[in-house]
């Protein structure tokens, strides 16, 4: 596993860096806190009033505890009245059922709070999801960042604020309890604050360690999270079961648990081991503070009433000391983590400049000039030097092997993808012109590898169209067109029968049924006047395949439509072929044409037709 580098990012010890990570611990605390007032105004000052609360009464309790001892040795030794004691025990008493509310409000108002906004976060990075380029679903390091904002900093933001109020409550407590030490010995303070040193210390030399750790990781982890789709989902059990792949996928998933789980151990053992020295120092600090208040009461200098707070005072004091410097290092730490959140929705995504709902020539079809294409990343061009034209009422099929360019093609006329050299045209405007809401619209597209969604028959055809996704007449109508309406008025519950079997009362339907579904899906909109068939007919029968291609001649008079079929038989009954090798144009022509030049086209077109013979 590769391991992080040294220079990555700075460690919490390194002083000399440390008024740069206290800008970025303030910068990232700003966006915290906005995002948890933006989430619930009246939790987030509920959480600052009940912090300040829990934070002011430990100290009284103390001082009302003391004057319960004091009270009590007076009555004692003068035989004086009761009625004292019981007042101040009764006043302790009350305090005690407010801080134990003040508590429990804080405690449900952090839940309430955490729940929203960890919603309000998911909303957030999905809601940045829906903003980026196709680029960024097929670049690896893009889907680790997703990873790590999606794993961790849903829950930050909160975490972050609720610390940053721990630390207030703890200073508040400290204020109080120093006020009260002050009066024993302003070294008596000193003592307290050194006391917490020595956790923080452990605590914030690992906490930078965790988060690089945690960064590189997120390959494997992203590996072990597909390898538990491939062996629990059931598009993934036949081939599992059959090929016996199973026991390889589990070891695997295993191997990479336990050279994660091998680094976590050593930074427990590391982490715990100088823990467990450092807090030593602690505890000996805090008994010599013990042992000075004890001897001060056997000398006579405090009163009993006052040893018994003063070591009231050192424990929670020094316990106060370790929390609020152990938050202080947590916030460090919940930057790291943050800046993962901000690095992932600060994702910079290309500006889309075009506005044009119309192009200045209506009715002239697509043209691509010299279109070339490089996907980010790669060597060499998936499409190079394409020329051609497409008028209204044409039908299109591209022809070429697999990798050839062919839906690579489809991408760049849906500006799913920009050109990398050349332009597209439509109606005259070139693409990155137009509208993006408005181009898209005019196209009806069934991919290849097109979505099964787990969800309604009637859902799964109305997803082809956002604007009428709940139009029952409209999914009727489609599924007429997709030739899926027969097969559909067969189900348990028509266009509402659930598909999929990840949801109670699932349907799984056959490889041509779900094409049938997707073919009804991109005739959604009435109004594409582009329509874009991938492989539609791979999983169908051969009658099915000539009906759907006869059907779909009939509704695209008119319209462009574009073909890739390996299949011939209907390849050959579009107006223009063009044939894609290694990403360039090699042959355009009618299926007469193509066959009298006895090229790439002629030889497939003879291979396959042998086949059947």
């Avoid at 109606?427 to 181009?439: A, S, V, Y």
């Avoid at 027969?486 to 659930?498: D, R, S, V």
Wanted: hydrophobic share 45%; glycine share 8%.
């Amino acid at each position: 596993m590769s391991r992080p580098s040294k220079t990555s990012s700075p460690a919490p010890a390194d002083l000399g860096r440390l008024p740069v990570e206290m800008r970025e611990i303030l910068r990232y605390m700003r966006k915290a806190f906005e995002l948890v007032w933006q989430t619930s105004h009246r939790l987030t000052v509920s959480l600052a009033l009940l912090t300040l609360i829990v934070g002011a009464l430990p100290a009284l309790i103390a001082w009302i505890g003391a004057r319960i001892v004091d009270a009590v040795v007076m009555a004692a030794s003068q035989g004086g009245a009761v009625a004292p004691v019981l007042m101040l025990v009764a006043w302790e008493g009350v305090a005690v059922a407010a801080l134990a509310l003040a508590t429990r409000g804080l405690s449900l108002s952090t839940t309430l709070l955490r729940d929203q906004l960890g919603n309000r976060v998911n909303v957030m990075i999905l809601e940045k999801a829906l903003t980026l380029d196709l680029a960024h679903f097929e670049d690896s390091e893009f889907y680790d960042r997703m990873t790590r904002a999606r794993r961790e900093a849903s829950q930050r933001p909160l975490s972050m604020v609720t610390r940053s109020f721990g630390l207030v409550q703890n200073l508040v407590s400290l204020v109080s309890f120093a006020v009260l030490l002050f009066g024993f010995s302003p070294w008596a303070v000193l003592l307290l604050v050194l006391a917490g040193l020595p956790g923080f210390i452990a605590e914030a030399r690992f906490s930078n360690e965790r988060y690089r750790l945690s960064r590189w990781r997120s390959p494997e982890r992203r590996m072990q999270m597909y390898l538990e789709t491939v062996i629990a989902r059931e598009d993934y059990a036949k081939e599992v079961k059959l090929n016996g792949l199973g026991r390889r996928l589990l070891d695997r998933y295993e191997d990479i648990f336990r050279r994660l789980h091998a680094e976590d151990r050593k930074l427990a053992i590391r982490r715990d081991g100088w823990g467990f020295a450092l807090g030593l120092l602690a505890t000996f600090a805090l008994y010599g503070g013990y042992a000075w208040v004890a001897v001060s009461a056997v000398h006579g200098l405090i009163t009993v009433g006052q040893m018994t707070m003063y070591l009231m005072l050192f424990r929670q004091g020094q316990s106060a000391v370790s929390s609020a410097l152990g938050a202080i290092s947590g916030l460090y730490e919940d930057n790291l983590y943050l800046s993962t959140l901000y690095e992932y929705l600060d994702t910079p995504v290309p500006r889309k400049l075009g506005t044009a709902k119309a192009g200045p020539k209506p009715g002239d079809g697509l043209i691509l000039e010299n279109v070339g294409f490089t996907y980010p990343g790669a060597t060499e061009p998936a499409l190079t030097d394409i020329t051609l034209r497409l008028r209204p009422g044409e039908t299109l099929a591209i022809v070429g092997a697999n990798g050839s360019g062919k839906t690579t093609l489809i991408k760049l006329l849906t500006r799913l993808y920009d050109p990398t050299t050349g332009r597209i045209l439509l109606d005259g405007l070139d693409l990155q012109q137009w509208d993006e809401q408005t181009l898209r619209a005019r196209f009806g597209v069934i991919f290849q590898d097109f979505a099964r969604y787990q969800m309604p028959v009637g859902e799964n055809i109305g997803a082809g169209d956002d604007t009428h996704f709940d139009d029952e007449a409209r999914w009727r109508e489609a599924a007429e067109l997709g030739r899926a309406a027969p097969f559909i008025e067969n189900l348990p519950k028509g266009y509402h029968t659930q598909l999929g079997k990840w949801f109670l009362d699932g349907r799984e339907l056959s490889g041509g049924q779900w094409q049938k579904i997707a073919l009804s899906r991109s005739f959604m909109r009435r109004d594409a006047d582009i329509l874009v068939l991938d492989e539609p007919t791979a999983a169908m029968d051969a009658q099915a395949e000539v009906e759907v291609f006869e059907h779909f001649r009939e509704l695209a008079a008119g319209r462009i439509a574009i073909l890739i079929s390996h299949r011939f038989s209907t390849v050959r009954m579009a107006d223009q072929i063009v044939v894609l090798d290694n990403g360039r144009l090699v042959e355009q022509g009618s299926h007469e044409q193509l066959m009298s030049g006895d090229g790439v086209y002629a030889r497939l077109f003879t291979l396959q037709a042998r086949a059947y013979q």
